[in-house]
């Protein structure tokens, strides 16, 4: 089995390490533990729920007609991002969208390192806020974008229409930076339980929390669409209703309930409450008897929209990636994919209900690499579990997942509902 079938450099991009495919899963365990140390993270009390309760009745959450949400924007599937402003009158900031971290952060104009990543982005500036709050704490973060360092402020936060009072964050005066930091300026966190990030100091309320603590929303959830270039089709972010027009059929609600994992980045995934019961998955084609089944029972998912990829059990990884031939680092011919077998996940208690992925799905094209004569260069986003989870039954189903679903995220009733996409 190939190195990239374990995880590729998608994970070393979290804490800027130089890395290259086929590195170890062993290593990269090493080098997260000497980066973070074993700080550990907390959930709330508060946020303990009873699982299992029903979405809210349909009828009263749905989005009254002609009410839209926030759009969202994509990368290349890495992140997906909205608007946000910070400060009164409004400063304007591309946010990532991030369901399982807790902290935010917007680059400062105090901005002191780092002179080019500053020029590439929006500043904020707190003496322009009627609203701001000077906490002055300094502060550090470990984000997707580097390593970066300030001060812990406080001012109005706008999402949409909601105004959120006393956001805290942290003003950003020194970044690391890495290949990705052109795409945000900040984040948008929405967990569902009130968690302190492994990575970050700061240890502030979430804009979704602060939400929901200033009864902002009628319904206490979150619909989402996440965009598809593929198609052109632009994402949306709802909060406090759903909108019935995105999706097909009906929605299926499942409780959220809770997980560990000894790797840093599922952990953080997990504690951050958005997360299901798992069935089974299937590797086969249309209308024909599966390849191959696993079953999977008693394994518990986590969901990203900050990750693309989809991690499993290295040994159902090893099956897959023997179908491909062992492809190095995970790139083949994006001719192939119209050839090759969905993926089915069974999600929910027994019997289960079914999410199917297409090739065109779970294998994503790499414009930026077009090595193979005609059909373009595609990752295959399925990843095998780092070593210290290889026995923990979870799987992580990213945002290659959540691209191809309609979501709907229910704090108050602790539930998750997933619907196919209107073609």
């Known amino acids: 089995m190939k190195g990239f079938w374990v995880l590729h450099v998608a994970l070393g991009v979290a804490l800027r390490c130089d890395l290259v495919f086929g590195i170890r899963i062993s290593t990269l365990g090493s080098l997260f533990g000497r980066a973070l140390g074993n700080k550990g ?64 952060f917007v680059p400062s104009t105090k901005c002191t390192e780092n002179h080019e990543y500053c020029t590439r982005h929006n500043l904020y500036n707190s003496s322009y806020s009627s609203s701001y709050q000077k906490n002055g704490t300094r502060v550090s973060m470990v984000y997707h974008r580097g390593q970066s360092g300030g001060y812990a402020s406080t001012d109005t936060l706008r999402i949409g229409d909601l105004t ?34 492994l990575w970050s100091t700061l240890g502030a309320t979430s804009p979704f929390h602060n939400m929901i603590d200033q009864n902002l929303l009628k319904h206490n959830i979150f619909s989402l669409m996440l965009s598809d270039s593929s198609v052109d089709r632009e994402g949306e972010l709802l909060f406090g209703a759903i909108n019935e ?50 079953n999977l ?12 990829m989809i991690l499993l059990p290295n040994r159902i990884v090893r ?13 083949i011919d994006c001719d192939r994919r119209d050839n090759l077998p969905d993926l089915t996940i069974l999600l929910g208690d027994d019997p289960g209900i079914p999410f199917i992925l297409k090739p065109n799905d779970y294998i994503r094209e790499e414009p930026d690499f077009r090595v193979f004569p005609g059909g373009g260069n595609c990752q295959i986003e399925l990843f095998g579990m780092p070593e210290e989870d290889e026995e923990t039954p979870i799987l992580l189903l990213g945002s290659v997942f959540l691209a191809r679903f309609y979501s709907v995220f229910d704090y108050d009733n602790a539930t998750i509902s997933l619907a196919n996409l209107k073609v």
């Open 164 to 197: 959120i009072a006393n956001q805290s964050f942290e003003e950003t005066i020194i970044m690391e930076t890495n290949a990705l930091d052109d795409i945000y300026d900040s984040v948008l966190p929405l967990p569902r339980l009130r968690i302190s990030d």
């Open 297 to 308: 029972s008693g394994y518990t998912v986590a969901l990203s929209t900050s990750w693309p």
């Open 245 to 294: 027009d995105l999706y097909s059929e009906y929605l299926n609600t499942f409780p959220a309930i809770e997980g560990t994992a000894n790797f840093p980045i599922l952990n953080q995934a997990l504690a951050a409450g958005w997360n299901l019961a798992a069935r089974s998955i299937s590797f086969g084609f249309s209308n024909e008897e599966p390849l191959f089944t696993w």
């Open 319 to 331: 099956v897959i990636a023997g179908y491909f031939g062992d492809p190095p680092s995970g790139e």
């Open 41 to 104: 993270m907390q959930g709330s009390q508060q946020d303990e729920k009873l699982a299992g309760r029903a979405l809210a009745t349909k009828q009263e959450i749905l989005a009254p007609t002609g009410l839209r949400g926030l759009r969202v924007k994509g990368h290349e599937g890495w992140f997906y991002y909205t608007d946000v402003e910070f400060g009164d009158p409004p400063q304007h900031f591309l946010a990532a969208i991030d369901i399982g971290w807790s902290d935010t």
